[in-house]
């Protein structure tokens, strides 16, 4: 059973920083693209970060470029998201994604196979 579990999320303040950590089982993360999906109150969900299978290249929302970044520690078939320099516009679920589907852009979930539960990360003023 594939499952991922993402951790880390908090309430910080603007300027502040947090890692986020997705935590996988019954699936080796490195083989597949993963990403960082994002979803505020009544917004769309959006992708902000993804790492390509077998590669070390890295895709980010023009949101965050600069200030999140992706990685990954294969040996603990984990990923990370490390945020900072925080804004309140970043307060949201952070999902953490794994799967692919050629064709299908990154910025869409639909590109996904799995998904975790979920992490709410709040940043106030």
């Known amino acids: 059973q594939v499952q991922l579990v993402e951790s880390g999320g908090a309430s910080v303040q603007a300027g502040g920083s947090l890692r986020l950590t997705c935590a996988a089982s019954?699936?080796?993360?490195?083989?597949?693209?993963v990403a960082w999906f994002r979803q505020a109150p009544g917004k769309e969900r959006e992708a902000v970060a993804s790492?390509?299978?077998?590669?070390?290249?890295?895709l980010y929302s023009d949101s965050v470029k600069g200030r999140f970044t992706i990685s990954q520690d294969s040996a603990k078939n984990t990923v990370y998201l490390q945020m900072s320099s925080l804004k309140p516009d970043d307060t949201a679920v952070y999902y953490c994604?794994?799967?692919?589907?050629?064709?299908?852009?990154?910025?869409?979930?639909?590109?996904?196979?799995?998904w975790g539960q979920g992490t709410q990360v709040t940043v106030s003023v």
């Open positions: 019954g699936y080796t993360l490195k083989t597949v693209d």
């Open positions: 994604a794994a799967g692919y589907k050629f064709g299908v852009p990154w910025l869409s979930p639909g590109r996904y196979d799995y």
């Open positions: 790492m390509v299978h077998n590669s070390s290249l890295t």
